[in-house]
């Protein structure tokens, strides 16, 4: 994508990493979005869509921002534990700096996860914020508050970790938690706008086949400008200070630069 590419991490095998595809196939280092509504680039361009290029739209984290993506959804949209934790792997041999997962694992009981919740404590332990969502909710439905019995969404669900932060959505419309985001008391840590007048997305980039940008709605455009949130919060301390903040306190400093809003109360 124009507004994405220069904007990418290349590495001495391409860009980022295809973690469905079988090593040796030449695919594995070729991350094309497969989505059928171009979630990954959306996302994608939230984050790091160029800056005064005279075109399409400015991603939250607009100075030198590196984009490092990580593909772990095959075609039909399935993957797998390891496949995550692999992925994580990548990102912090590849020196990243902040993690967005746009992504959850939700179930309506009980459920926990040792290989996700060992690959996101590796990347905090590495020096990378992770920041993850608290889901939507399906079918047109209300969000609910997860509570790790009737609803469990990972790996939301491990943002309770310093330097893991859980990210609902808001709607910028009216400022009121937007109707399908799930959110918690103890796992939602902050909110994000994910929509604007109820159903309406946000604008972004989308693959050039789905016309190159449009609009998508859900926690998974909350999170990034989380995201580059954090990205802007490190960039800004080493270039001052010539110190990387850990993940714990990128965490300490959005949360505490955020608006308290009581209509998320």
Known sequence: HPDIRPNLLQHAQGYGADLTAAVG?????????????????????????????????????????????????????STTSLIFFNAVKFAINNGAHVLNMSLGNITFQPNSDPQVQQAVANAVAAGITVVTVTGNASGGSNGAEINGQSLTVLPAMYATSPGVIGVGSFDTTTGNKSYFSHYSRTYGEIAAPGAENGQTGLYSTLPLKLSGYGRLSGTSQAAPLVSAAAALTIGIIRDAYNYVPTPAEVERLILLGSVKSPQLT
């Open 25 to 77: 196939s030449g695919n594995e280092f070729n991350p094309i979005d497969m989505s059928g509504i171009g979630h990954g680039t959306h996302v994608t361009g939230m984050i790091g869509a160029v800056t005064n290029n005279g075109q399409g739209i400015v991603g939250g984290m607009p100075y030198r921002v590196k984009i490092m993506p990580l593909k772990i959804f095959g075609a039909d949209g």
